[in-house]
């Protein structure tokens, strides 16, 4: 590892110092990025919640995109791989997702979290793109394919992708069923947790991660993570609260422990 690679190193363990203390601060002093089902309609400004995903989304498709494809390092084909990996997630999140959400009529979410969201999002695009586009030098040859790193990384990411998209059509399937009111979800990994489409994107960066071999990928991860994680137990302690029948034996993530 070179100078070069020490400075974007520690300026990744700085950014994930910074991500864990920010998403804290905004804990104890009581200021959640509200969303759907948390939102008592305390905040004024608000946009629609088709435009906000879009707008919050689109930044790390973007972004990522532009510095994989004009870094100096050449794209080569397990950078296209992963270039892929990153898109199947952010490019449906952003520009097919939004249309395929089944939401209330008026629908409107804070537009503060809509610009937190953009500005992690743009972050975390350039951070990864940036990296892998200047400093990932192993990805240059095919032989990295090969690699225990990137054979793992890659199952990791599909079984991770592949929990989030079945259990988010196991919400689409419910809010088409019910349009208004909100239900408890069963089936799949519903049996175990409250969020499996949570555990299966945390699943799915850390997947990217390895595959990536990448520090900027491992900043990403620990950031999902610890979004995702707070996200789940707000959403577990509704439910709880919202129906008195609801699975005792439901954690909120992580199945039997969290």
Known sequence: MNYSDEFEAALAFVFIASLLWITAKLMKLNVP????????????????????????????????????FTGPLPVTPPIVVLFIMWQ???????????????????????????????ILCTACGYLNGEY?????IHLQSND?????????????????????????RTLTRLRKQNPNEYSIPYGGAY????????????????????????IAGLTFAFMTASNLIFRA?????WYREKFPDYPKERKAIIPFIL
């Open 233 to 237: 137990l707000d959403n577990h302690q």
């Open 144 to 168: 990295w394919f090969y690699s225990p790193a990137f054979i793992i990384g890659t199952l990791m990411f599909l079984i991770g992708y592949t929990l989030n998209k079945v259990s988010d």
């Open 132 to 136: 892998i586009s200047k400093y990932a």
């Open 88 to 118: 199947m997630h952010y490019f449906h999140r952003a520009f097919i997702y939004p249309f395929q959400l089944q939401v209330r009529a008026g629908s409107s979410t804070p537009l503060r979290m809509t610009l937190f969201g953009a």
């Open 33 to 68: 990025l509200v969303y759907g089902r948390h939102d008592k309609g305390q905040y004024r400004i608000k946009i629609p919640t088709r435009l906000s995903w879009i707008l919050m989304e689109s930044p790390a498709c973007l972004v990522f995109s532009y510095f994989i």
């Open 191 to 214: 049996r175990w947790v409250s969020c499996p489409n949570y555990l299966g994107e945390i699943i799915t960066w850390f997947g990217f991660c390895c595959a990536a071999w990448s």
